[in-house]
């Protein structure tokens, strides 16, 4: 079985994928793992099928992985058809205003780390700092001082043996430890196994249209603590981003309305990337279609796309069935709303396929109708497993609980993920993100410098007669294809690199995706070193006016 590897995802695969020996040696080939991962998700067939259609399946999962077309995410990759068999990435865990509460989600937290999960929480339902402690008389310490304890337990776990813990804490912005919490990172040796995100409200952002103030809410009392300024509270969140890239934001409101099983409560916390908002005990699976791969010629193989989204669909509703969930309510609850998410990796490198430049308005356009299609695609393949199988347990009363969608297995069936490993095994860009750098060193999980240099540019530079030793030298120099004048302006159009774009572009292009995905799309704006506070107010606002959720 040839599988279009290359050197770079091979090591990736033999470092943190494949199987090993007690003494640490691989004992599993790449073509191993991808028949290993094709023949566990087929199993589940056998609650539905024959097992002919269980070889069926089994033939069309293999395919769809060895080609690159599609990959799931990385527990998928590494559990699926292992002891330890716990394939989903994203987790969410509520944390209620009690002792209790707070270490019982903390020792699940270790479980769902230890079999390879990151998880998110929102603390906004703990009492502020200096509050009222009943039951001692005593003043409580905050949301602030409990996440550095969620922090220390996560150092002392690393995932599976091959992923090291990731947590989301999100606090909202009308809570009383807002100040707090926002500058929470600006030391950068705290809480380095957290990202943090405030969660905006609508309240806020229209007292920041105003420029007035707006009330922050005790959570134990629902009482009014005081009034603050919106404008300083994002000043300071402006700030603290310019200054170490956190907290982010997401806007809760806007999760919440396209929530899809509003029945079941709020969503108040997202995975540890922020892409996918979850309800407590909620977790969901997720895999990415490679756009590089569906480029024909010089157009979208949309034949091809169509089918791979169907497999695609197929392939991670098998996933939900065989899961082995590390809690049982977690079982429950992912069972109960069957959510799905799938995404892209490949699109900046499918736009360079297509003579299409990352930084022009075809792009914002090619990106709506990708999208467009595999959002519709999904859903239509997500209906015809509901009719099969039966609609997901959740779904009465849900959004799809109408006469035009009798039949849906899956409350959600598409995310933006940021595809940071999965991209490199299937050889193309990550996510929906420009190229970083035409040629570029990645770390890897014990430090081993991976250079690449993008295989399009060099195929083009050759058939443009323009490929020298000399040109390929400094641009792993590090130079700029702008700055290079042998490179014609076109190739300089198509091979534009993340800091070349406007971060207006970066948001044009994450709101088009956003446009069509059910739930969250992770996307990265890359200021350059000279970038100001202004710049990153501009991009948070533009972010909320593009209807972004993140």
């Excluded at 640490?24 to 191993?32: D, F, K, L, S, Y």
């Excluded at 490199?424 to 993100?433: H, L, N, P, R, V």
């Amino acid at each position: 079985m040839k599988i279009p590897l290359s050197n770079n995802a091979i090591i990736v695969l033999e470092k943190r994928y494949l199987k090993k020996d007690k003494e640490g040696n691989v004992i599993e080939t790449p073509a191993n793992m991808f028949e290993r991962v094709a023949k566990h998700v087929a199993s589940a067939e056998s609650l539905f099928n024959s097992p002919y259609d269980i070889k069926k399946a089994e033939k069309k999962f293999l395919k769809i992985m060895t080609n690159l077309w599609f990959l799931p995410n990385s527990p998928t990759l590494m559990n699926a058809g292992r002891r330890l068999g716990q394939l989903a990435a994203c987790f969410v865990l509520p944390i209620e205003d009690s002792m209790d509460s707070i270490f019982e989600t903390l020792k699940n937290t270790a479980i769902i780390h230890k079999s390879g999960g990151g998880t998110g929480f929102s603390f906004s339902r703990i009492r502020p700092e200096k509050d009222i402690v009943l039951s001692t008389a005593g003043v409580s310490s905050g949301p602030v001082s409990f996440m550095t304890v969620f922090d220390v337990a996560t150092e002392t776990v690393k995932q599976g043996g091959t992923r090291r813990g990731a947590n989301m804490g999100i606090l909202r912005v009308d809570h009383p430890d807002i100040e707090s919490f926002i500058e929470l990172k600006d030391d950068q040796n705290r809480l380095n196994n957290f990202n943090i995100s405030v969660a905006l409200t609508n309240n806020f952002m229209a007292a920041l249209e105003r420029d007035s103030e707006y009330d922050l809410i005790n959570p134990r009392t629902t009482n009014i603590v005081k009034r603050i300024s919106a404008r300083k509270i994002f000043d300071m969140i402006v700030h603290s981003a310019w200054l170490t890239g956190e907290p982010g934001v997401i806007f809760i409101d806007r999760i919440n309305q396209d929530n899809p099983t509003h029945h079941l409560g709020e969503i108040e916390a997202t995975n540890p990337c922020g892409e996918q908002p979850l309800l407590p005990y909620e977790s969901c699976t997720l895999g990415s279609i490679n756009l590089s791969r569906m480029v024909s010629g010089k157009a979208v193989n949309y034949n091809r796309l169509k089918k791979t989204v169907h497999d695609a669909v197929h392939f991670l509703d098998n996933v939900i069935e065989i899961n082995k969930y590390p809690l049982s309510r977690i079982e429950k609850m992912s069972k109960g709303t069957r959510k799905l998410g799938i995404g892209v990796m490949g699109f900046a490198e499918m736009l360079i396929k297509l003579g299409i430049s990352y930084n022009s308005e075809e792009a914002v356009s090619v990106a709506e109708k990708i999208m467009s299609f595999i959002s519709q695609e999904s859903k239509i393949a997500s209906a015809a497993l509901g009719k099969k199988r039966g609609n997901f347990a959740y779904y009465k009363e849900s959004l799809y609980d109408a006469p035009q969608t009798p039949h849906m297995r899956n409350a959600t069936t598409t995310t933006i993920a940021p595809t940071g490993t999965i991209s490199i095994i299937a050889g193309t860009s990550s996510g929906i993100e420009p190229l970083f750098a035409i040629a570029q060193v990645r770390k890897v999980l014990d430090g081993q410098s991976l250079s690449e240099i993008n295989p399009l540019f060099v195929d083009i530079a050759k058939a443009e007669g323009i490929y020298r030793k000399k040109l390929m030298d400094e641009i792993m120099e590090g130079k700029s294809v702008q700055d290079i004048e042998s490179v014609s302006d076109h190739l300089k159009a198509l091979f534009v690199t993340a800091h070349d774009i406007s971060p207006e572009q970066h948001i044009k292009i994450q709101a088009a995706f956003q446009k069509y995905t059910d739930n969250a799309v992770s996307k990265t704006v890359n200021f350059r070193s000279g970038a100001i506070k202004s710049d990153i107010a501009k991009v948070y606002l533009l972010a909320h006016n593009s209807a972004a959720k993140e």
